[in-house]
C-alpha cells in the first residue's frame, strides 16, 4: 500500500501516517502483519523519494512486524514480466512476486515474523 500515493506526488508523512494507523488496528486485533515496502520512482525528486523510501522501514521499527522491502523487486521495469505500462506486472511477473514473497508470508504465518 501507498505506491499509488508517491504517484500522485501526495506527501509521504500522510501516507505513513494512514498506513502507521492501518497497520496499529490490525496488531491490535491480533492480526500478523507484513508490510511489503515499495520505492518512488526516480521522477518524482530525491527528497520526495527519500521521504517516501523511509516510510517501510519506520513502520517496521515503530511495529516490530515483518519487512519484504520491495513489492516488485525483480519484476520492476523488466517488459517480459510487466504489461505495457511497465508499471503492472503481468502474470509471469505475478508468479515472481509470489515465488520471492512466499517466504515471508511463511515466517508471518508460523508465528516467526518478528523484525525487518
Known amino acids: 500500500m501507498g505506491a499509488n500515493d508517491t504517484l500522485r506526488g501526495l506527501d509521504p508523512q500522510g501516507t505513513f501516517a494512514n498506513l502507521f494507523a492501518i497497520v496499529t488496528e490490525l496488531l491490535g486485533r491480533g492480526i500478523g502483519v507484513l508490510i511489503v515496502g515499495m520505492l518512488a520512482p526516480a521522477d518524482m525528486g530525491a527528497e520526495h523519494g527519500e521521504a517516501f523510501n523511509a516510510i517501510y522501514p519506520r513502520l517496521v521499527e515503530k511495529h516490530g512486524v515483518l ?50
Open 67 to 116: 519487512l519484504y522491502p520491495f513489492f516488485l523487486d525483480g519484476v520492476a521495469l523488466d517488459p517480459a514480466l510487466n504489461q505495457r505500462d511497465l508499471i503492472h506486472p503481468n502474470r509471469a511477473g505475478a508468479a515472481v512476486i509470489v515465488e520471492r514473497i512466499a517466504l515471508f508470508l511463511r515466517r508471518l504465518i508460523e508465528g516467526t515474523a518478528t523484525g525487518g
